[in-house]
């Protein structure tokens, strides 16, 4: 395992990188014990491009097991798997992901093999939950609805660490590594190599991402604030739902008590008028659906 700072020179001044080596052999896998076990599917998709009507042209998924505290006790294996899109792709995606036409002329999902994977899992991680768990959730939603989601860019407090970005490739330079970028294995085991970093004795990013398996999520629609309101609620994290005519935000619990406490005590002395709005309990499955509102004001 490399130190926290992995890379850097005694004097400060310069930093070392190192290629990743293969998942299987660079993360220090713990005895389990008799400790109680968790399943960690964690998973990357490569998409057409980045709009939300892109399909998915490739997943990848590595199996783990942890402890419930935070250390990788057992790898399993990758997989990832390649689908032909129905339409053509961006000439970015195409750039990024280093995949063509040609090389996915013919492929296809193997659907049963995925949802083996998922089922089996206890907790999927991604990096940016929010947009792979749109697109898995379009096609895989049966065997999804009751799955757990964690993110790694947002479940982990990368600030308080001291890292200014979130960004997967920046946060391995600075923890000293590279790897093979905006493919879903690579993507996938720098994911995996980063969480099992120790920040401090026996605390592994890994718990610090854990440690929100149990959050209680809410929902806080606002009824009636037009889009003119925007400048008010974008910033403090709300969307505004074109269909509905509302804004929205979905947090943990506990943020969602400061967002009323803000409507209540602040806004109100900007607003003639009181503002009404409704917070809905959502269960942690449905953390990243984007969907919420819909079923809320059906």
């Avoid at 005519?245 to 969602?256: G, N, P, S, T, Y």
């Amino acid at each position: 395992m490399l130190p926290f700072k992995a890379g850097l020179s005694k004097d400060g001044e310069t930093v070392t990188l190192t290629k990743l080596g293969e998942i299987d052999s660079v993360i220090d896998y713990q005895d389990a014990g008799d400790k109680d076990c968790l399943h960690l599917v964690l998973l990357d998709t490569e998409t057409t491009g980045l709009t939300a009507d892109d399909e998915m042209i490739e997943i990848g998924i590595a199996a783990f097991q942890c402890t419930t505290e935070g250390q990788f006790t057992k790898y399993y294996k990758t997989k990832n798997w390649l689908n032909e899109p129905t339409r053509p792709m961006h000439p970015e995606a195409e750039l990024v992901t280093g995949l063509s036409a040609a090389q996915l002329k013919g492929e296809r999902f193997d659907d049963e093999e995925i949802e083996k994977v998922l089922d089996w899992a206890d907790i999927i991680i991604a990096h940016n939950a929010r947009f792979d768990f749109q697109k898995m959730n379009m096609r895989y939603k049966k065997v999804l609805q009751d799955k757990i989601w964690l993110c790694s860019a947002k479940h982990v407090d990368w600030l308080s660490h001291g890292h200014d970005s979130m960004k997967l490739s920046t946060l391995a330079y600075e923890h000293g590594f590279f790897y093979e970028k905006h493919r879903t294995d690579g993507d996938i085991h720098a994911m995996a190599y980063l969480l099992s970093f120790e920040y401090e004795k026996d605390k592994t990013y890994l718990s610090d991402l854990l440690s929100h398996r149990n959050d209680e999520y809410q929902a806080l629609i606002l009824n009636k604030s037009p889009f003119a309101s925007k400048d008010a609620w974008r910033p403090r994290g709300y969307a505004w739902h074109p269909i509905k005519k509302v804004w929205w935000c979905m947090k943990r619990k506990d943020e969602i008590a400061v967002e009323k406490k803000f409507i209540d005590e602040e806004m109100s002395k900007e607003f003639p008028r009181e503002i009404k709005y409704q917070i809905e309990d959502i269960p942690m499955s449905q953390c990243f659906d984007s969907e919420v509102v819909d079923k809320l004001l059906r």
